[in-house]
């Protein structure tokens, strides 16, 4: 019988999961990857984990106490980096060891350190020794990684192509993406223009007149987690809205747009929200027409990230920016609400095209 | 240049002296009062860490005495700490104050230059002999303090200790030369030496972990050392400055190898850093434990990541050991009242285990 391995779908799963799967997969290994949250499993999460961490965190709990009757090994890897000299979260540094103690029963855990923050390759010894635990075979191990690697990519094709995670990671499984991939190679799509947006998502509109266009910047496992964000997506293209997030930036762009700041974030994934931000800020005519930054309860560095944001916005006036905050209790209704109020505000600032109105007057402060 | 810096438990002197000797104007912040903390939380982002919101309270309170220069320490991640110095820059800058900020990185070679920056008239000697008396003065309090933690439980008045303690640190801000401080020192600890003391009896012992600032101001931790010293109990901080800059700037040997002891004995438990004390946290209640000590008290400010971790942790070391571990998350809203009876309710507790200890001992062993 292969060996089980459980993936939690949560926290930095939403970036890596597709070169995790493909890499256990090719190597002869069962993944077993958790259900997308949901309510037990936000319940079981917030019951284990103390009450002081961030949700997501509790999240990831209910998702390991899911798989661990159900799979052998849990692959949980404390990722302290994934860039030089950059780092991800001190909850994600110690995440292994914070599930150990909070709960018990575990199967194995694989808790390998990955830390690029000296330079990337420090990743190859980490990928042999995962490897060499399901197979002996270098050879395979080696293959098995580029193609996680191959898949990983295409992922972020898809991603940056306008799709959400959960419809880039369905497209990846039915391999939907190859001719999206190659003709992207072939023919530089808008994610290859240097100075327009990094993506741009074409939907048809209500009524003849452009789409609103929405950045929706936060940590990806919070804005695509469909439970937690109520999804957010899919409620904002019900409207007619075009949405665009940070894994839909080319990291050039994301650079650029921050190396105005006094200090580089040493955030990498902050660093994404912060440079979606500021690049679309920068761009704020032609791009989009507003800002929701999704902040999850607890969480530390969106706290100083979201302050951050909302004085750069504030500075160049001009562009709404929303500040949402979403715990276990937030209600659909209440957050709807709130979205429809932001994107009823940018249509009609759009009807009266009054550019001299202050964002900050009505419903766009920063609540 | 009107130079001013961030107010930590008896840490202004050094810098008050440092800065004096560097040739600066000092404007040394207003001893931290509950109006300081609520300028603070008025102006900072609300889930900031409560470090930086009693700091920015500070900084205002300062530049409105009129200072211009702010010096700040730095650091580069993975704790919100590195971002500090820009959020406050920031803040400063949009509630109208002309307030440069200097960030001090915790390295030599970063830490010198800026030093030298601030003093600009002085030859490097002149700066080294700055240094060398803010460190012997830095050495001194920390020395007064440790007397105290040890002295208070012991003394029959223990209020007398605090008076004692609070005349030595006016004696050291006087001293302004080594010798002085050497005196000052001596003086302290004789006149604390002379106290009468109770009989001797084995007192309670308490570790005291977590996270520097809070460990140290005691505005926020509401003198949690004193409080304890007065219920008889001995407290152990394993939070020193001095300590801090040893490790982390001077390197010294015997730092650095307290430093791996500490990390060895969270392995277990924790198997990396995780910023802040989150490592110190977990490995020093290890060996408090090892060291036959009653019990083990965390402090953090709310939403504080590293400790976070340590927090998550510590209940199974607790259990493991055999020794109760108790936490106070303190933030601007924690009242004295709600904290005092935690602390007695837990020394009680501890009381009550060592006599439950006494008596199995005595049917054990027999008398
Ligand atoms: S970045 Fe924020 S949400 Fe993510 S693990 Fe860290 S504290 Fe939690
Ligand atoms: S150690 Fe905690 S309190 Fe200090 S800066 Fe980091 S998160 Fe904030």
Not at chain 1, 124 to 129: G, Q
Not at chain 2, 95 to 120: F, M, N, W
Not at chain 2, 145 to 160: N, Q, Y
Request: glycine share 8%; proline share 6%; aromatic share 8%.
């Amino acid at each position: 019988m292969p060996l089980r391995i459980g993936i939690p779908r949560a926290l930095l799963a939403y970036y890596y999961l597709p070169l995790w799967e493909e890499f256990f997969v090719q190597l002869g290994a069962e993944v077993i990857i958790s259900p997308k949250t949901n309510k037990e499993l936000l319940d079981g999460g917030v019951e284990l984990a103390v009450d002081e961490t961030c949700l997501p965190v509790k999240v990831f709990m209910g998702h390991v106490d899911y798989l661990k009757s159900r799979a052998d090994v849990l692959f949980i890897p404390r990722i302290v980096s994934v860039e030089p000299q950059k780092y991800t979260c001190p909850k994600l540094l110690g995440l292994p060891d914070m599930v150990k103690s909070n709960i018990a029963n575990l199967p194995v855990i694989w808790g390998d350190t990955v830390n690029l923050s000296a330079k990337r390759r420090d990743l190859l010894p980490v990928v042999y020794r995962i490897g060499r635990r399901i197979s002996p075979n270098v050879v395979r191990i080696t293959q098995a990684f580029w193609r996680a690697c191959r898949q990983l990519r295409k992922y972020e094709c898809l991603l940056r192509r306008g799709n959400s995670v959960e419809e880039a990671y369905n497209r990846l499984r039915h391999r939907e993406c190859a001719p999206w991939f190659w003709t992207g190679l072939l023919s530089p799509g808008p994610a290859a223009r240097s100075n327009g947006p990094s993506a741009q998502v074409s939907r048809p509109a209500g009524s003849g007149a452009p789409p609103i266009t929405v950045a929706v910047v936060g940590h990806a496992y919070n804005i695509h987690d469909t439970y937690l964000s109520l999804d957010i997506i899919s409620c904002l293209r019900k409207m007619g809205v075009n949405v665009l997030t940070p894994e839909m930036m080319r990291r050039d762009d994301i650079t650029r747009a921050v190396s105005h700041l006094p200090k580089q974030l040493f955030w990498t994934f902050c660093q994404r929200i912060m440079g979606t931000a500021c690049h679309y800020l920068n761009n704020c005519q032609q791009a989009v027409d507003g800002i929701i930054n999704i902040a999850a309860f607890g969480c530390g560095p969106d706290s100083l990230v979201g302050e951050m944001l909302a004085k750069e916005t504030r500075r160049r006036g001009q562009m709404p920016f929303m500040l949402l905050t979403i715990d276990e209790h937030t209600g659909e209704a209440g957050l709807l609400t709130r979205i429809e109020a932001f994107i009823d505000m940018i249509r009609w600032r759009r009807q009266r095209n009054a550019c001299d109105l202050s964002p900050y007057g009505g419903l766009g402060s920063n609540i | 240049m009107r130079v001013t810096f961030p107010r930590m438990g008896a840490l202004d002197l050094t810098f008050n002296t440092l800065f004096k000797q560097l040739g600066a104007e000092v404007v040394p912040p207003p001893p931290a009062t509950k109006a300081t903390l609520a300028l603070g939380v008025k102006h900072a982002p609300e889930f900031a860490c409560l470090p930086l919101k009693l700091m920015l309270g500070n900084f205002i309170q300062a530049v409105e005495l009129g200072a211009d220069t702010i010096v700040m320490c730095g650091g580069c991640g993975p704790c919100r700490l590195g971002h500090y110095a820009q959020v406050q820059q920031q803040i400063l800058e949009d509630l109208g104050y002309r307030a440069r900020v200097v960030v001090l990185e915790a390295s030599v070679c970063d830490l010198l230059p800026k030093i030298r920056h601030l003093a600009p008239h002085k030859s490097w000697r002149e700066i080294l002999r700055a240094i060398n008396i803010a460190w012997v003065k830095m050495n001194a309090s920390d020395g007064i303090e440790s007397l105290m933690l040890k002295i208070r439980p012991r003394a029959v008045k223990p209020r007398a200790v605090t008076e004692i303690y609070e005349q030595g640190l006016q004696l050291l801000a006087a001293a302004h030369t080594v010798e002085e401080i050497r005196t000052a020192h001596r003086e302290t600890f004789a006149a604390v030496k002379a106290l009468p003391l109770r009989a001797e009896k084995p007192l309670l012992r308490i570790g005291i972990v977590g996270e520097l600032f809070v460990a140290l101001e005691p505005l926020v931790n509401q003198e949690i050392e004193r409080r304890l010293g007065e219920l008889q109990v001995e407290v152990k901080r394993t939070l020193y400055v001095s300590e801090w800059v040893r490790s982390h700037l001077l390197w010294s040997r015997q730092a650095r190898k307290q430093r791996r002891a500490v990390k060895d004995a969270a392995q277990p438990y924790l198997g990396h850093w995780v910023g802040g004390h989150g490592l110190e946290s977990i490995g020093r209640t290890i060996q408090l434990a090892q060291a036959g000590f009653d019990g083990v008290i965390q402090v953090l400010p709310f939403t504080c990541m590293p400790e976070i971790v340590a927090k998550s942790i510590l209940p199974q070391i607790s259990k493991d050991y055999g020794m109760p571990v108790m936490t106070l998350v303190l933030d601007e809203h924690a009242g004295e009242a709600g904290i005092m009876t935690r602390i007695e309710a837990f020394v009680d507790l501890l009381e009550r285990r060592r006599k439950q200890e006494d008596v199995r001992y005595e049917r054990i062993f027999g008398s």
